[in-house]
C-alpha cells in the first residue's frame, strides 16, 4: 500500500504538534504523549471513544490543498497524528489495516471542521472536505515508525 512519512503528537490541545520518530499506540487510549491519550484534546469524548484513538491524513492531499489554494497549509497544522503516502485513506473506512506492527481500523473520515479553519484558514473547510483524513481505532499494542508500511491487515 504505502508507508508513513511523519508522526505528530500535541501533549495538549494549544501547543503545536510535534514531530516524532516512532511512538507507543495503545489500544482503548491512543498515542502515548498525544493530548486524546489522557483526554486533553479539544473534542476529547468522556468516556473516550474508539474514533478518537489516532488520526490519519494523506501528505499528497495536503501538499494538493496548500498548491490548490496557495496556502502555506502543513501537515503539522491539519492536527493529524500520521502522514502516509501512497495511500487511499478514504478507503479504508470499515477495514482492518496495519502501520507497522500496530493492527487499526478505519472509522470514519476525519473532516476539517471549524476549530481547524480558526487555527489555519477558512478555505481547510472546503478544500478539504472528504480530503481531511481518516480517524481510527488502535486494535494492537505496539510502536509505529516514520517509514512503517501501511498494509492490510
Known sequence: MGYITEILIAP???VNMVPKEKVRAVPGKGLEGDRYYVGAGTFSPQPQQPDFEITLIEQENVYAFAANSGLPFTASQSRRNIVTSGVQLNELVGQEFRL??????G?????PCSHLAKTTFPETLKGLVHKGG????????GEIRVGDQVLPS
Open 134 to 141: 481518516l480517524r481510527a481505532q488502535i486494535l494492537s499494542e
Open 12 to 14: 495538549s490541545a494549544s
Open 107 to 111: 472509522i470514519r473520515l476525519c473532516e
Open 100 to 105: 507497522g506492527e500496530v493492527r487499526v481500523r
